[in-house]
């Protein structure tokens, strides 16, 4: 007798139900003049797009707090949640729109993409933030560039994210 797969031995993605809210990559509430951009690509060992990959965002508010307002991705427009989700579209594109992360120079990221059984965390360095940092001491110096933006002028800032290859990303493992 063969049973079919469960979820966990095939291949996603299965991001259906995650993307329940359209406007989860803006995390900065409406209108307000310290909204920064963060996007890019998300890349894959070939250097192609990868056109159905979910990024998360963590980060504590501009004033250092990590509660934020209750209900994730559920908002009035106008609370800051501290949370933020993003789809690429088919060339591999995303975008967020938050707020400067309070007593940290970075965003946190979660990616999940097809190919990957497990997802990745890495960080985004919005600041051009001295190597006295605990992670990016820790990284040789051409592996700390892939953790930073590039600033665009305006708030904008791009960060592509390459899952394999000569760019490589940085990612975090966490025990």
Known sequence: MTLPPTPAQTVGPF????????????????????????????HDGA?????????????????GGRTGAPGSLRRDGTAFTGFGRAATDADGH????????????????????????????????????????????????ERRRTLRTVPEGGGTHRFDIHLQGEKETAFLAFD
């Open 47 to 63: 250097g192609e797009p990868v056109p159905d990959a979910l990024l998360e965002f963590w980060q504590p508010a501009p004033d």
């Open 15 to 42: 991001f259906g139900l995650a993307l329940t809210a359209p406007d989860g990559h803006l995390v900065a509430p409406a209108g307000h003049p310290e909204t920064l951009t963060v996007h890019g690509r998300v």
């Open 94 to 141: 995303y975008t967020l729109r938050t707020l400067p992360p309070g007593g940290v120079p970075y965003l946190s990221v979660c990616l999940f993409a097809r190919g990957l059984l497990h997802h990745l965390f890495t960080r985004v360095y919005l600041t051009a933030c001295q190597d006295d940092d605990p992670l990016l001491s820790a990284l040789p110096p």
